[in-house]
């Protein structure tokens, strides 16, 4: 591989201590990644040199603060290579660009008698606000099942998909089984029929490269906070196109053009759907994480974190009574686990004791665990830190608790 992975460690400062007197072994990256020495350095600028409220303010600090910000919306356009700059709205994460979405969306085109495709792989994220907009609406969610290895059953599809089908929600990648979806047949399929897609990129985007256009995706929604950058920030990606012809999901400031207590106008995309102050800090420091994944080259990224699951998986597999959840050959970082007569809680508990982190629980995918008839599970996850003497330290760690707690 061509990445240094004992120099990357050094941009990731938390890396180095210890837990319970025992190396730190961060193995829940999935959940919320690290962030790099360059993000913290840049929040840290902000407040110490130029913090100023964006887009109102006349005075330098104002004005320096709102030059970064934008600078960091072209910088995400450029990252999941959008058309426009007005395509790229930030909210508070992908659950509230879900949501968002969910609203906006449902306001403007979908009605009573209407129905939603939602895969089941989803993350509760990208079920709920279905709901609560099907609820609203008189509409109706459908499932899209997958098969036992993860793979989703793409060929139910098209009899899924008829005249009264507006959307379809889908993970790029499953938080839950790893799975690498075809994002890209999928959405063909759909506007085929003049259905669009909303695709959860929040477990793909700091594996993967992303085009949404190449995708032609209407909908691309992601968190920083999964990328090495700060909790707080998300990204809706959407048509220009749709999002023009959706309403507000929230008023107050910035997003009105005039107001008066007759009527308001609303401000144009993407500042209509920005209500209020935004997290100034995060967004400016989230373009340091593009940035750092930009200087490693996310096809190196992708390849190094593919060749840790490789082993990891090879490796778990030689422990009796050892089931992953997910085995699609395309799949991203992320293995999902059980040993059979071992409770995960426990498994994971006495883990943590021994400085390792991981994911235990149903991993906001209920779904997932009912189709497998699980009660809860253990995730492991990797990223561009991790290491396989790090792997071969939790294989070591795996093997002595079944003896302990088997």
Same mark, same amino acid.
């Given at each position: 591989m061509t990445l240094d992975i004992a120099r990357i460690r050094k941009d990731f400062p938390i890396l180095n201590q210890h837990v319970y007197n025992k190396p730190l072994i961060y193995l829940d990256s999935a959940a919320s990644s690290q962030k790099t020495l360059s993000v913290l350095k840049k929040e840290e600028q902000l407040h110490l040199e130029y913090y100023g409220n964006i887009h109102r303010g006349a005075h330098f600090l104002a004005d320096q603060a709102t030059i970064e910000f934008e600078a960091v919306r072209d910088l995400v356009k450029d990252f999941v290579h959008a058309g426009f700059r007005e395509e790229i709205i930030f909210t508070k994460g992908t659950t509230e660009s879900i949501n968002l979405v969910a609203f906006s969306f449902g306001e403007a085109f979908v009605k009573a008698g209407d129905e939603i495709i939602v895969s089941e792989m989803e993350h509760h994220a990208n079920i709920v606000p279905w709901q609560l907009m099907a609820n609203r609406k008189g509409a109706r969610i459908v499932k899209l099942p997958f098969a036992d290895d993860g793979r989703l059953e793409l060929e139910k599809l098209d009899e899924l998909i008829n005249e009264k089908t507006r959307l379809i929600a889908v993970a790029h990648v499953s938080n839950t089984l790893g799975t690498i979806n075809p994002v890209g047949e999928i959405i063909a399929k759909a506007h085929t029929k003049g259905v669009q897609v909303l695709v959860d990129g929040a477990q793909a985007v700091k594996h993967l490269p992303v085009d949404v256009q190449a995708l032609d995706a209407d909908f691309y929604v992601f968190s920083a906070h999964k990328m090495y950058g700060p909790n707080g920030v998300g990204v809706l990606y959407g048509k220009k196109e749709l999002l023009d012809q959706m309403p507000p999901y929230q008023g107050g400031g910035e997003m009105i053009s005039?107001?008066?207590? !007759?009527?308001?106008?609303?401000? !144009?995309?993407?500042?209509?759907?920005?209500?209020?102050?935004?997290?100034?800090?995060?967004?400016?420091?989230?373009? !340091?994480?593009?940035?750092?994944?930009?200087?490693?080259?996310?096809?190196?990224?992708?390849?190094y974190e593919n060749s840790l699951l490789t082993y990891a998986t090879q490796k778990m597999l030689e422990i009796p009574d050892l089931v992953i959840y997910g085995t699609q050959p395309e799949k991203s970082g992320v293995i999902t686990f059980n040993i059979e007569g071992i409770h995960p809680f426990d498994l994971g508990t006495m883990l943590d004791k021994m400085g390792i982190a991981v994911r235990t629980g149903r991993l906001c995918a209920d779904p997932v665990m009912d189709h497998y008839g699980v009660q809860a599970t253990i995730r492991v996850s990797f990223a561009v830190y991790n290491t396989v003497d790090e792997i071969d330290q939790f294989i070591a760690a795996l093997k002595k608790l079944v003896v302990m707690l088997g």
């Open positions: 005039e107001v008066t207590f !007759e009527n308001t106008t609303f401000n !144009e995309v993407p500042y209509k759907f920005e209500a209020g102050t935004p997290h100034i800090t995060g967004v400016i420091a989230f373009g !340091e994480a593009i940035r750092y994944l930009q200087k490693l080259g996310l096809n190196e990224v992708a390849a």
